[in-house]
Nanobody, 123 residues
Framework: QVQLVESGGGLVQAGGSLRLSCAAS?????MGWFRQAPGKEREFVGA??????????LYADSVKGRFTISRDNAKNMGYLQMDNLKPEDTAVYSC?????????????????WGQGTQVTVSS
């Protein structure tokens, strides 16, 4: 069993930065980040997966070059560093985890989810 808790959300001006944290209990080999804005479906942000040798990140085109996913394996913690934030990034951000996924961009592939944290970017 895996439990996930996100933190680090808040209000920031456009162009600013936030770092979200995802504390995990239990072992995870794939961690994904998703966001959902009001009235919209959940959207893939990025993921990081263990290849057996190293951790490999994957990013949605909408955040590529602005967001960075990383892990602290000793703490079993995942991070989403968000730079150059835009108003359209405003959403509830959630981390998700699984031992293995076939399609890391698909929410249904993940077994465990955090409670979500609100990110609001003002113009």
């Amino acid at each position: 069993q895996v439990q996930l808790v996100e933190s680090g959300g808040g209000l920031v001006q456009a162009g600013g930065s936030l770092r979200l944290s995802c504390a995990a209990s239990g072992r995870t080999y794939v961690m994904g980040w998703f966001r959902q804005a009001p009235g919209k479906e959940r959207e893939f942000v990025g993921a990081i997966a263990w290849s057996g040798i190293t951790w490999n990140p994957l990013y949605a085109d909408s955040v590529k070059g602005r967001f960075t996913i990383s892990r602290d394996n000793a703490k079993n913690m995942g991070y989403l560093q968000m730079d150059n934030l835009k108003p359209e990034d405003t959403a509830v951000y959630s981390c998700a985890a699984a031992s293995r996924v076939g399609a890391p961009t698909a929410p249904y592939e993940y077994n465990y989810w955090g409670q979500g944290t609100q990110v609001t970017v003002s113009s």
